[in-house]
């Protein structure tokens, strides 16, 4: 029960990341409907930025733990937005209306090009960081084992909330949002009404990074090590997440996310460690086959 | 952007803004993932500036976009015009010749520049203008010409006739003459460029002409080479015996993963396969008992040319000794050559078959409605499984090829990014064109190897230049660019197998793909 417990609260603190990451790809899809295959190759330049805006900061003497964090955020999200950005504009929008594979494979062009970027400008080696956030609580004992709720679980977890909270007013209650929901019902429509289409994808892509930044910050600060390949396999998880929660719906990411962190780490904990991937990947394949709308999304009708 | 209206100072500030904004992005972009580099301290990582270079790379990006902007896209006059006519054929005027000269004198002299200095990088920009520009020139007089030739034709007989006997007749003018021509290099480059012109054209029967859009193609291709390693190293099975049960097996594995995911709309079906491509690498790296996990199977017999050995060492007979010819390591590369031109062009000829028959028009018939094919009554589940088993098969002929070549298979030869480049070979090349899948294969592997010998670059970038860990970021950087440039990949017309009255050639862009 006390080992059920602890990797319960593994898994939340996981799921929390990749929820963050399936937003960008579930948004993506929802206004353009297509596969944002180098969202998770943003993710991992976010986790860099942090990385290094981090150490820049350490540098020049920002040593309070909290105000480096809270800055590391702000320069990672900004940073990362930019990316974001500049991916859509050189490697997507040319090709809108173009057959619809043709983005997706710029799609793995660009993840390419990101993750062998970082890798020639900084190195192919691991990168280390020292734990920043420290300590926890013992929440009770049965028999030796201890269950541990550590306080960087507690900031993954409380972050993501504020976050999403903060990203769902912005989706449900601005101008913004209203103008992202039309062009995802029907973009001519919406174009012809006064919405400006092109800004709006852009914004869409500009949040989704800014999303994965703060995953990418949470992942470095949990695991203290990245590389110029985590990339691939978490984004795949989180596109896994997106479907799972229904692609589309922003809600039904979150949900997924958690569910794919909750099984992940399940499965690690139970099963072998080894086949972790299998196993998110084997879930990907049956949830497409066996609910190809996923929990919360709607129905696709498919017209001539 | 060519607006005529404006005056010339408002074009020139308009230039400028726009630039200095391109600049402005690029620092935001590269100010912290290039300027500063993180290295291991000794106390953790640590930081060092590299301010030139992100100065170097902002000036880049400024005024590449300045020069863009004023010489081509807010020009009446871009300066690409004459390139443009070159390979459409409209009448040149004096400036465009005079352009065009000055292209040619500056690739003269860029080449020139390399073999005087012997930098290898500025003869290869030499060689790469002066041929852009004169065989642009020679297919524009010859069209002028001889407009009624049948070029595309005259280009693959001669592809074919080349490849026949471009190993046989080098090696018979080495012998003779004593060159010191590098042909096991030669040899063994043409070998790989020929494999994956065979992975290109078998995925292109998946991609192409069914329009499933699969990123596990390399699956099949290690279902092929596993097949093929352990029925060998663990029953002692020859080449022969093993390359149609891995055929066999890779089809099966086609047919097994596909089954379930037929269904799936084109993107969808394109993740779950990369899904299933990892699952099986996954595989194959922790099912150490059977597959040797990350260390792979060893071992591998070399092919025998049909049971005669190529070593100076074997008991009995030898290829050399049957014969009565001295021993010549390259004997076995020139087997191996044809082995592999061989099965390409099987591939090639059963694809080019497969077009004409009621299935390969289904293939084709569902690329472009899948909805439409439904309603004639056929059965798009069979149509997609069999496009993808027969795809598969040829996957997994090349993987036993791979093996008994490489003598050695690891999960590492079976990465996603090695399906990511047979998916470019088969997009760039043009989907569904068989020619151009063959001169992207050329085009790119060819094009990657002849990166790894411009050391000349290491004379301006520094010593610590790696030119091969650019090759894949210029990879993804091609990927993306003649995708965006040519969406339709650089072969993109093509005729329809089957036509009523006259086929005329249509463009690709009226062929709608990748619905699947």
Known sequence: MAYFLQQLINGVTLGSIYGLIAIGYTMVYGIIGMINFAHGDIFMVGAFIALIAFLALTAIGVTAIPLALLLVLIIAIGLTAVWGWTVERVAYRPLRESFRLAPLITAIGMSIVLQNFIQIAQGARVKPLQPVVTGGYELFQQGSFTVIVSNIQILIVVTTVLVMTGFWLLISRTALGRSQRACEQDRLMAALSGVDVDRTISLTFVLGAGLAAVAGLLYLLYYGVIDFFIGFVVGIKAFTAAVFGGIGSIPGAMLGGLIIGLIETFWSAYFSIEYKDVAAFSMLAIVLIFFPTGLLGRPEVEKV | ?516
């Open chain 2, 1 to 516: 952007m060519a607006d005529t209206g404006k005056t010339r100072d408002q074009k020139l500030v308009s230039a400028l803004t726009d630039s200095l904004l391109a600049a402005i992005i690029a620092f935001a972009l590269f100010s912290l993932v290039l300027g500063l580099r993180t290295v291991d301290g000794a106390t953790g990582l640590t930081l060092e500036p590299r301010p030139g270079l992100l100065l170097t790379v902002v000036a880049i990006v400024f005024f590449g976009r300045l020069a863009l902007n004023l010489f081509v896209w807010q020009t009446q006059y871009p300066l690409t015009t004459p390139f443009a006519k070159l390979f459409n054929i409209e009448p040149f005027d004096r400036r465009d010749l005079v352009t065009l000269g000055a292209a040619l004198v500056f690739g003269a002299v860029w080449f020139a520049t390399g073999l005087v200095l012997g930098e290898a990088v500025y003869e290869l920009l030499g060689i790469v203008v002066l041929l852009f520009v004169g065989l642009g020139l020679l297919r524009r007089w010859l069209v002028q010409r001889f407009p009624n030739l049948p070029y595309t034709q005259i280009f693959i007989a001669g592809g074919i006739i080349f490849a026949l006997f471009f190993p046989i007749v080098t090696y018979a003018l080495e012998s003779v003459f004593r060159f010191g021509m590098p042909l096991r290099y030669w040899f063994d480059l043409s070998i790989l460029i020929l494999t994956y012109v065979m992975l290109g054209w078998g995925l292109n029967i998946v991609v192409g002409l069914a329009g499933l859009l699969d990123l596990g193609y390399v699956a099949f291709y290690a279902v092929g080479a596993y097949t093929f390693a352990l029925l060998a190293t663990q029953f002692g099975l020859g080449f022969w015996v093993c390359l149609p049960i891995a055929g066999a097996a890779a089809a099966l594995w086609g047919i097994i993963l596909g089954f379930p995911v037929l269904r799936l709309r084109g993107d969808y079906l394109a993740i779950v396969t990369l899904a299933f491509g990892e699952i099986i690498r996954i595989v194959l790296l922790n099912w150490t008992e059977v597959t040797g996990g990350p260390n792979g199977v060893a071992g591998i017999p070399k092919p025998t040319f049909f049971g005669l050995p190529f070593s100076p060492f074997a008991e009995g007979m030898t290829f050399s000794k049957f014969f009565g010819i001295p021993y010549d390591g390259l004997h076995a590369l020139i087997f191996l050559y044809y082995l592999i031109l061989i099965l390409a062009l099987v591939t090639n000829a059963v694809t080019l078959r497969l077009r004409r028959l009621p299935v390969g028009r289904a293939w084709e018939a569902m690329r472009e409605d899948q909805i439409a094919c439904r309603s004639l009554g056929i059965n798009t589940t069979l149509t997609k499984l069999s496009a993808f088993a027969t795809g598969a098969m040829f996957g997994g002929l090349a993987g036993a090829f791979f093996a008994t070549r490489q003598g050695f298979v690891s999960p590492e030869s079976f990465t996603f990014i090695e399906s990511a480049i047979i998916l470019a070979i088969v997009v760039l090349g043009g989907m569904g064109s068989q020619l151009g899948v063959a001169i992207a294969a050329v085009v790119m592997v060819g094009g990657f190897e002849a990166l790894r010998h411009t050391a000349g670059l290491q004379a301006i970038f520094g010593e610590e230049f790696d030119p091969a860990l650019y090759r894949m970021l210029l990879f993804g950087i091609a990927m993306v660019g003649i995708m965006v440039w040519r969406p339709r990949g650089l072969v993109s017309a093509r005729a329809p197998t089957i036509s009523l009255g006259d086929a005329d050639r249509i463009s690709g862009d009226l062929v709608r793909q990748g619905r699947g």
